[in-house]
């Protein structure tokens, strides 16, 4: 299909916003990139993940200590995604290329093809936030219906139920079936992929097979079977919900919107920075334990407009846009708690879950 186009307006709201957040930097000399608290979060972040594999894989510890441990994991998996990898993805983390393909590739040793990502989230859903048809992290059908362009079925009655236990599946799918279906299907959705090179080719199986040997096979030869079922399970689960559930508080709320292209022309309605305000919320943004554990996401309308600023900016340059948003009569969506993000989020899929 044809993706949309944003109208082009020759005194933009981007303009302005860029010209504003560059004059930030510019007086507090500051470069956009990452700093030494990021820096000092990776390598916490990283050596947690480092001793935790270690100790479940080749100490094998008590079951009720190796469950909590698989937990912990997965929700440390989470937080190098949100902190580490996804920085790195954008060229944010690091001023140096080469430490943010580092930072970047660290997703492909955890499963997720960073082939695949990259065009998915950093094209794609950056590019055409919550439409439907062409943004896929608004695809999960059949079991969620995310918006009313896309079909109803009996079981979304209950979806505002059963969602945690959908979102859960999302890290395990994701590495072992969507990746899959991207690379041979040769599309995202009904977006066509750019024709891979041979290099990526090789490097897209070269890491799922050291997934394998990593996460699979390795802990099966030291554990057994059963162990590792139980321990892969609970970190892959608890892994799936805790990113499913940061990126649904950020755009599917009840004060997002869905916008669709004109049907003749192909055009959306407004430029596309205002279409990121209107399509994105923030959520527990003075929480600083939220902030430091979610890179940032919290902060989602910073970083839609400014994915290649390094998320430990966002506190200072969300002032900045707020009053932007306030001068240019444009609505800046938050929710100042995370328990107020998630009823909505919660009463948004209640309403997505009545038959149209």
């Known amino acids: 299909m044809a993706t949309p186009k944003f109208p082009k307006v020759s005194l933009s709201f981007h303009s302005e916003l860029k010209k504003r957040i560059g004059d930030y930097f510019n007086q507090k000399g500051k470069s956009q990139t990452g700093n030494g608290r990021l820096y000092i979060k990776a390598v916490v972040l990283m050596t947690s993940f480092f001793a935790l594999y270690v100790h479940l894989v080749f100490f094998t510890p008590a079951t009720i200590l190796a469950i909590s441990e698989s937990i912990l994991m997965g929700c440390v998996v989470a937080a190098i995604g949100f902190n580490v990898m996804h920085d790195g993805a954008h060229g944010s ?33 950056h590019t055409y936030t919550n ?6 992290d608004i695809e999960a059908r059949p079991l969620l219906r995310l918006c009313d362009e896309q ?16 979102y ?60 590792w079922i139980i321990g892969f399970l609970s970190m892959g689960l608890v892994a799936g919900f805790v990113l499913s559930i940061v990126f649904q508080l950020a755009h599917t709320v009840e004060h997002t919107h869905f916008p669709l292209p004109n049907e003749a022309t192909g055009k959306m309605e407004d430029e596309w920075a205002i279409h990121q305000i209107k399509t994105t919320a923030n959520f527990a943004t003075r929480n600083t334990v939220i902030s430091w554990l979610v890179g940032g996401l919290n902060f989602q309308i910073e970083h839609h407009l400014f994915p290649k600023i390094s998320h430990v900016h966002y506190p200072q340059i969300s002032k900045i846009i707020k009053q932007a948003c306030e001068e240019f009569g444009v609505e800046y969506i938050e929710y100042p708690k995370l ?15 009545k038959a149209s």
């Open 93 to 125: 983390f690091s001023r140096y290329q080469w430490i943010n393909d580092i930072a970047s590739n660290i997703a492909n040793f955890l499963g997720a093809s960073q082939y695949m990502w990259k065009s998915k989230h950093n094209i794609i859903h």
């Open 151 to 166: 079909s109803h079925y009996k079981i979304h009655k209950y979806q505002h139920v059963y969602f945690p236990a959908a």
């Open 168 to 227: 859960s599946l999302l890290y395990i799918y994701w590495i072992f079936v969507t990746d899959y279906i991207k690379y041979f299907s040769g599309k995202i959705g009904s977006i066509a992929l750019r024709k891979m090179t041979a290099k990526e080719h090789i490097s897209f199986w070269f890491y799922k097979l050291a997934h394998a040997f990593i996460f699979v096979g390795l802990p099966i030869y030291m554990v057994g079977f059963s162990a």
């Open 131 to 136: 439409i439907h048809g062409v943004d896929d």
């Open 339 to 353: 328990r107020q993000a998630v009823v909505s989020h919660v009463s948004y899929l209640k309403q997505m879950g």
